[in-house]
């Protein structure tokens, strides 16, 4: 792995820099926070398409005869039940049951891919390394793989004529293997908007060439180049976890609403399984929604009150576009999460008043 420190950029850095991108040093890498304005590129994923680089994402490649066994001990899900062309949303954790990382795990013919949050890139890959037992072979493939995401009402649209497999065939996380825009590609129904999409894998060396051609294909349909800042308010709409946010090394699965996704009953356990088990019995406090009612945005870190006692804390909050309010996650104590609870939330000083409500806040097939 490269271990360097210096800030990279992706192979469509230009492209971003002649679209007029706003960017940033963002997860070792200069990205674009936003183009036309996070309103403005929400609205647009939410109504007709959009295109995002996330080439910043880490993917690694596990093979040999013991990846499958290996997966399964690093991860809280059941790669053994996973078909090729499947996709696995999973975590991995620390032995007291705290997130190290949720990642997709995607199974091939003859090997595996975990893609993993970009901040925590080499953090993951040392973990995956240092427990690495048996005929397994780990690589770091993400200096070499762009990954664009293409989110939103039309994608099926554009990238069904752009590629020579049939994709309204891969259903949501499933993948093929195609060409798009005549390149190698891995095609994959998932993404992190809450909308329908792909995303798409290919060499970095070629992204130029495949961005061109979904950016053409999709001037019909009004696509438009989409930043990391409407990334992050679409996924808060669904409710979504973000690692060092929502989740991290102090948070548990079951309290971040993440129980369907561990399997604590498959062959062979997990690292961490018990804490986790344990948890399920002791839980104090869940990833509860919440509503802010009047002006302010409640950010990660706000302290959260009921009749005057502190009851939690706020991991993510900004606006909703679709429904023009200002909304978030918080980890709130039992009992106090229950939907409806009338709460307080320390912004800068003063208390807003918020109310608890069911999450996601926003549903495609509802709106």
Same mark, same amino acid.
């Given at each position: 792995?490269?271990?360097?420190?210096?800030?990279? @950029?992706?192979?469509?850095?230009?492209?971003?820099?002649?679209?007029?991108?706003?960017?940033?040093?963002?997860?070792?890498?200069?990205?674009?926070?936003?183009?036309?304005?996070?309103?403005?590129?929400?609205?647009?994923?939410?109504?007709?398409? +959009?295109?995002?680089?996330?080439?910043?994402?880490?993917?690694?490649?596990?093979?040999?005869?013991?990846?499958?066994?290996?997966?399964?001990?690093?991860?809280?899900?059941?790669?053994?039940?996973?078909?090729?062309?499947?996709?696995?949303?999973?975590?991995?954790?620390?032995?007291? +049951?705290?997130?190290?990382?949720?990642?997709?795990?995607?199974?091939?013919?003859?090997?595996?891919?975990?893609?993993?949050?970009?901040?925590?890139?080499?953090?993951?890959?040392?973990?995956?390394?240092?427990?690495?037992?048996?005929?397994?072979?780990?690589?770091?493939?993400?200096?070499?793989?762009?990954?664009?995401?293409?989110?939103?009402?039309?994608?099926?649209?554009?990238?069904?004529?752009?590629?020579?497999?049939?994709?309204?065939?891969?259903?949501?996380? @499933?993948?093929?293997?195609?060409?798009?825009?005549?390149?190698?590609?891995?095609?994959?129904?998932?993404?992190?908007?809450?909308?329908?999409?792909?995303?798409?894998?290919? @060499?970095?060396?070629?992204?130029?060439?495949?961005?061109?051609?979904?950016?053409?294909? #999709?001037?019909?349909?009004?696509?438009?180049?989409?930043?990391?800042?409407?990334?992050?308010?679409?996924?808060?709409?669904?409710?979504?976890?973000?690692?060092?946010?929502?989740?991290?090394?102090?948070?548990?699965?079951?309290?971040? *609403?993440?129980?369907?996704?561990?399997?604590?009953?498959?062959?062979?356990?997990?690292?961490?399984?018990?804490?986790?088990?344990?948890?399920?019995?002791?839980?104090?406090?869940?990833?509860?929604?919440?509503?802010? %009612?009047?002006?302010?945005?409640?950010?990660?870190?706000?302290?959260?009150?009921? %009749? *005057?006692?502190?009851?939690?804390?706020?991991?993510? #909050?900004?606006?909703?576009?679709?429904?023009? @309010?200002?909304?978030?996650?918080?980890?709130?104590?039992?009992?106090?999460?229950?939907?409806?609870?009338?709460?307080?939330?320390?912004?800068?000083?003063?208390?807003?008043?918020?109310?608890?409500?069911?999450?996601?806040?926003?549903?495609?097939?509802?709106?």
């Amino acid at each position: 792995m490269d271990s360097s420190t210096e800030t990279k @950029k992706t192979g469509l850095y230009d492209r971003h820099v002649a679209l007029g991108a706003k960017i940033v040093p963002f997860a070792g890498y200069y990205m674009p926070i936003q183009y036309s304005g996070i309103i403005d590129e929400h609205m647009t994923v939410r109504q007709h398409v +959009g295109m995002f680089d996330v080439s910043h994402m880490g993917e690694f490649e596990i093979r040999g005869a013991d990846a499958e066994k290996f997966l399964n001990k690093m991860t809280t899900n059941n790669v053994a039940r996973l078909d090729p062309g499947n996709i696995q949303y999973s975590a991995m954790l620390y032995d007291d +049951g705290g997130v190290v990382d949720d990642l997709l795990v995607y199974r091939f013919e003859d090997h595996y891919m975990a893609v993993v949050n970009a901040a925590n890139l080499q953090k993951d890959f040392d973990w995956l390394a240092e427990h690495i037992f048996g005929d397994v072979q780990l690589r770091d493939v993400s200096d070499e793989t762009a990954l664009l995401a293409i989110q939103g009402p039309k994608a099926e649209q554009i990238v069904a004529e752009l590629s020579d497999v049939p994709v309204e065939d891969i259903t949501y996380y @499933k993948f093929k293997l195609g060409k798009v825009a005549g390149q190698d590609c891995i095609i994959s129904r998932t993404g992190y908007t809450g909308e329908d999409g792909f995303e798409l894998y290919v @060499k970095s060396t070629i992204a130029s060439e495949v961005w061109d051609a979904v950016m053409e294909a #999709g001037k019909p349909h009004g696509i438009k180049p989409i930043g990391l800042g409407a990334r992050d308010s679409l996924r808060l709409e669904v409710a979504y976890c973000l690692y060092g946010n929502d989740i991290d090394k102090t948070t548990n699965p079951i309290e971040a *609403g993440l129980g369907w996704i561990v399997k604590s009953k498959k062959k062979g356990g997990f690292i961490g399984k018990q804490p986790v088990l344990d948890k399920k019995t002791e839980l104090t406090r869940k990833l509860t929604g919440f509503i802010l %009612n009047g002006k302010g945005i409640a950010r990660h870190g706000c302290e959260v009150y009921h %009749n *005057g006692e502190k009851v939690g804390y706020v991991t993510s #909050g900004g606006l909703s576009p679709v429904l023009n @309010k200002i909304v978030g996650l918080a980890y709130i104590d039992l009992p106090f999460n229950k939907v409806g609870t009338e709460i307080e939330i320390d912004v800068r000083g003063r208390r807003l008043a918020a109310e608890l409500v069911a999450i996601p806040f926003y549903n495609r097939e509802n709106s």
